[in-house]
């Protein structure tokens, strides 16, 4: 067997270079050399504002206080993200976090509401018995495991200001003994033998030398795709967006605990509420809008006067085509990009960085455990493509855009799922899907794709059993509701930025 892995380089800070540090910090100590190269000259694109749950366990992992870094970053929490329009005008749903309702035996409790809607039954919204969506809707948070006796409290994420975070991840990581580089990677030294990574040199002449490379170095892949051409799979067929435009206003009235996002006429947009100001952008598709138009309507739809001249980013959707090459793994923008819609930028940092943690190599770097951890990454990375395919594809606007959209092909495998669900309203999750089945039900639901039936095993309740079951779950959550401190209220609390 090969020796040890004793000296890491990342190549790129911001949020997605700082984490990296931090898991690698947490998890070898002073038992592995790590070097973090960035520059100062060189501005960040972040990879989001917003995240989803699974971020808590990495707070937990890294051994921070949630109220010491949400004061640190500006953070406020999200329990959910808001679709408006994206069925049609005028209409809206959530994805909130956590399960609509409570499973009764194995049936999940879409399946019930499914049930009373399809025959007819005046028995609201799914999203009446979210306790996740009813909270954000009436802007209250809570911590709490167990509200109202044995109701199970609120899933929650965050959003902040990602340049905050990398700044403060630096802070820990640096205290705990990870070493910066200031400088801009002017070559990339191959191993003559075998195509490694030998050493990377700075535009100041030094030269950082390392057993194993982790690219966080933005869209271009200094390393992956530069020096290491990993190749690039573009899915903007699938998702043809390709554009954002950024902004941000002040705060305007108390932050909602929820992201906001809209449809436009050839894309969305979307609203981050942190505690010093909201961050805006429109996601937009620049075959069918160019940027001053893009650029109008984000202004138009702001809710307050914007503190910064807009700003463009180009993107194209897609992944590297292997995420590990040799030495070298690649993480944030330098692994790939979907836009976005679910928050799932910063997530896959995480989940890609874990992976990398469990599959950590010595020096003979298996060729067999890094093709398995790329397909896991490949696999991932489909799986919440699918999602995002959705929720396009699922669509009843009327604008050239979304008619396109409505009639493009769909990957086989979301088509696959569409078939299943349309039967009795029954999901495939599939292993390492990072969207469980609440998650497809509510989107699928939201966007109007219904089953012909739901399940026949909703028919071991009875018609006035499962009424009176829903009635007094509307009412257990309002209690619990009632209970609750604002959203703005819990911050000022907890959390509030100095």
């Known amino acids: 067997m090969g020796g040890k892995i004793q000296s890491l380089v990342v190549l790129g800070g911001g949020t997605a270079g700082w984490m990296a540090a931090a ?68 209409e809206r749903y959530m994805h909130a976090f956590g399960s609509p309702g409570s499973a009764i035996g194995v049936t999940p409790f879409y399946q019930y509401w499914l049930r009373r809607h399809l025959n007819g039954e005046d028995c609201g919204s799914l999203w009446d018995y979210s306790l996740n969506a009813r909270m954000a809707y009436a802007g209250k948070m809570s911590r709490e495991a167990r509200v109202e006796g044995n109701l199970a409290g609120p899933d929650r994420a965050f959003h902040f200001d990602a340049g905050l975070l990398a700044r403060f991840l630096r802070r820990g990581c640096e205290a705990s003994g990870v070493i910066r580089r200031e400088g801009k990677v002017t070559g990339v030294s191959l191993r003559s033998d075998d195509g490694f990574i030998e050493s990377l040199t700075l535009d100041s002449g030094e030269v950082v030398a390392g057993d194993m490379f982790i690219d966080c170095s933005g869209f271009g892949g200094v390393l992956i795709e530069g020096a290491l051409k990993a190749g690039y799979e573009d899915w903007s067929h699938w998702l043809p967006c390709d554009r954002a435009v950024t902004a941000a206003t002040a705060p305007n009235g108390p932050p909602a605990p929820y992201t906001c996002t809209r449809a436009h006429a050839a894309g969305w947009q979307w609203r981050i509420p942190l505690q010093h100001r909201t961050g805006n952008g429109h996601v937009f598709c620049s075959a069918m ?29 897609g992944r590297r085509k292997s995420t590990w090459v040799k030495n070298c793994v690649a993480l944030g923008l330098a692994s790939g990009f979907m836009e976005p819609l679910e928050s799932t930028s910063i997530h896959l940092v995480q989940s890609v960085m874990t992976r990398f943690l469990e599959f950590f190599p010595d020096a003979d770097f298996n060729p067999v455990e890094i093709a398995e951890f790329n397909r896991r990454t490949r696999r991932e990375y489909e799986l919440i493509r699918d999602f995002l395919v959705l929720h396009y594809h699922a669509n009843g606007r009327d604008e050239p855009f979304w008619r396109e959209r409505r009639a493009a092909a769909i990957p086989d495998s979301l088509a696959h799922k569409l078939d299943y669900f349309r039967q009795h309203g029954r999901l495939l999750v599939e292993e390492g899907d990072l969207f469980r089945e609440a998650s497809w039900a509510q989107v699928l639901i939201g966007q109007g794709v219904l089953p012909a039936a739901a399940s026949p095993m909703t028919g071991t309740v009875g018609a006035e059993a499962l009424s009176a079951f829903m009635s007094g779950l509307k009412e257990t959550q309002a209690r619990a509701m009632a209970a609750m401190p604002s959203h703005a209220d819990f911050i000022a609390r907890h959390c509030a930025a100095s």
């Open 23 to 90: 898991m690698l910090a947490r998890s070898w100590g002073e038992r592995l050399r790590v070097t973090l190269i960035e520059s100062d000259a060189i501005g960040t694109v972040g990879v989001g504002e917003a995240t989803i749950p699974p971020l808590i366990q990495l707070l937990r992992f890294l051994g921070l206080d949630e109220d010491v870094v949400l004061r640190n970053i500006q953070g406020t929490f999200k329990l959910g993200i808001e679709f408006d329009g994206w069925r049609r005008e005028g």
């Open 289 to 317: 809008m160019d940027n001053d138009a893009a650029t109008r309507i984000l202004l138009d739809h702001l809710d307050g006067a914007p503190l910064n001249e807009p700003r463009v980013i180009g993107f194209v959707t």
